[in-house]
């Protein structure tokens, strides 16, 4: 059975212009990878021009009540843009806000121990703030609606010490060795509650609920340009455990994915690393989704249930992502050879193509 090796945190990630390559448990103070040396090849450019080419990204995934969906955060440094998405699970309707921001000093931050990022658009208010001294995670955001969208609202509140919890931490050659991608993730409890309310509708307010939230940090030094796709899904397995995992297969994989990569599983609060993946979907991204792997620790299928496309064209920016509300069949090992087996389970896959 696939096996990688997990490790304590280091202090730092990035050692005398080296990255520290290998897949920790807990989290640094910092998730940073700034200084590289000629990640880009060996002529010598400083590294402050180096490091404009990191970029940013934080994700959080929420599953509470009738609802499922994410909160996504990209920091390009010149730009930054947010976008909260998601679904109601009984209607399957789908609700999409977004918001682009001007050049900030850093619009995702460095510190995993305390920190938080605000969007203060009038219209599109989202805070994300964690804090480990006072045990918490929450997630609040008031959306404006218009005349294609409700307004809608949540408060979400996540402690660090409830069980069952997880947190990994991945440094990955991207793709390679000379440069790395960071990836900081936790599993977590949630409870919380969210209001729909149309313009001549009365609020729709999901009474306070108990969840599985998904939180990630990622750093990298982007390619110019990058494609990729990545299953995010958490919830109850068929023998009644709580289940979250992140899979993910894209340009920026390291050369050995066998011995680096990104891709967990949590299981009743314990990581297991799991194999590099196959990622594909033969009869179009609306159509069934297979996630195989060859170890036999992942044979998964994935049903797409809605889609939301979203395009921007900014300055050099160009990107497009497909988020894929969907349902996941199949099997998963963990690290004891247990097998995890998954009916209906509720899943979202984003396919990306970056240009920068």
């Known amino acids: ?54 970029k940013s990204r934080l994700s959080y995934f929420f599953s509470v009540g009738e609802y499922i969906g994410c909160l996504d955060i990209f920091d390009a440094k010149v730009i930054g843009f947010a976008e909260v998405c998601f679904w109601n699970t009984q209607t399957k309707q789908r609700f999409v806000y977004r918001s682009l921001m001007g050049l900030r000093k850093r619009l995702v931050p460095h510190k995993l121990t305390t920190a ?27 959306l404006k609606g218009d005349a294609h969208r ?43 509650a969210v209001t729909v309310q149309g313009a001549k509708e009365a609020p729709h307010t999901m009474p306070d609920a108990d969840g599985f939230a998904f939180f990630e940090i990622n750093r990298v030094y982007m390619r110019f340009k990058s494609h990729g796709e990545f299953l995010t899904a958490f919830g109850t397995s068929a023998e009644g455990r709580s289940v979250q995992f992140r899979i993910a297969a894209s340009s920026q994989d390291a050369v050995d994915p066998d011995k680096y990569n990104s891709n967990v599983l949590f299981c009743d609060g314990e990581a297991t690393p799991l194999p590099p993946v196959v990622i594909t979907h033969p009869y179009g991204i609306m159509n069934e989704w297979i996630i195989q792997d060859t170890e036999n620790m992942v044979d998964l299928t994935f049903t797409p249930v809605s889609e939301n496309l979203n395009k921007i064209s900014v300055f050099v920016l160009r990107t497009q992502y497909h988020t894929i509300y969907g349902t996941l069949e199949g099997v998963l090992r963990n690290s004891k050879g247990e097998k995890i087996s998954l009916k209906n389970f509720p899943g979202l896959i984003k396919k990306y193509l970056i240009r920068l």
């Open 150 to 192: 409700p307004s809608s609202r949540a408060a979400l509140l996540s402690h660090f010490s409830a069980m069952p919890n997880s947190e990994l931490l991945c440094v990955t050659p991207s793709p390679t060795m000379r440069r790395c991608s960071a990836s900081y993730v936790t599993a977590l409890p949630l409870h919380g």
């Open 116 to 142: 938080a990022t605000v969007c203060y658009k009038k219209s599109r208010y989202i805070r994300i703030n964690w804090d480990r001294e006072n045990d918490r995670l929450s997630i609040i955001f008031s």
């Open 1 to 54: 059975m696939y096996t990688r090796p997990v490790s304590d945190s280091p202090e730092h990630l990035i050692k005398n212009g080296k990255p520290l390559f290998g897949t920790y448990r807990g989290h640094t103070e910092r998730l940073d990878i700034r200084g590289v040396k000629y990640p880009y090849g060996t002529f010598p450019l400083p590294t402050f021009i180096t490091n404009l080419r990191i």
